[in-house]
């Protein structure tokens, strides 16, 4: 059984940085795509960023382009989420997910693992 695990959420001042990690276990890192998604309080689950599972293209919504930076390792079946220049509105629990397939999508439907989220929190 696959299973996710994220790390590194936490509380933060606006403008610092982040550094978020998922580790996949029971199953093969590198057959999978992998999405980082974001729930703010009140609000649906939405797509960050996406990574191909060949580490060769990556995607990410308007909002965080230029300041997130997704990669993976697939020597340790990890991905990671680099947020930098965070602002409050970046606040939320923030979910990995892995898909079969060469390619991430968007859409949180088209994911057939999660992990149980890690809670990022960006002050003013």
């Known amino acids: 059984q696959v299973q996710l695990v994220e790390s590194g959420g936490g509380l933060v001042q606006a403008g610092g940085s982040l550094r978020l990690s998922c580790a996949l276990s029971g199953g093969t890192f590198s057959v999978y795509a992998m999405g980082w998604f974001r729930q703010a309080p009140g609000k649906e689950r939405e797509f960050v960023a996406g990574?191909?599972?060949?580490?060769?293209?990556?995607d990410y919504t308007d909002s965080v382009k230029g300041r997130l930076t997704i990669s993976r390792d697939n020597a340790k079946n990890t991905v990671f989420l680099q947020m930098n220049s965070l602002k409050p509105e970046d606040t939320g629990i923030y979910y990995c997910?892995?898909?079969?397939?060469?390619?991430?999508?968007?859409?949180?439907?088209?994911?057939?693992?999660w992990g149980q989220g890690t809670q990022v929190t960006v002050s003013s």
């Open positions: 997910a892995a898909r079969p397939g060469s390619y991430y999508y968007v859409y949180k439907k088209d994911y057939a693992y």
């Open positions: 990574i191909a599972r060949s580490d060769t293209t990556t």
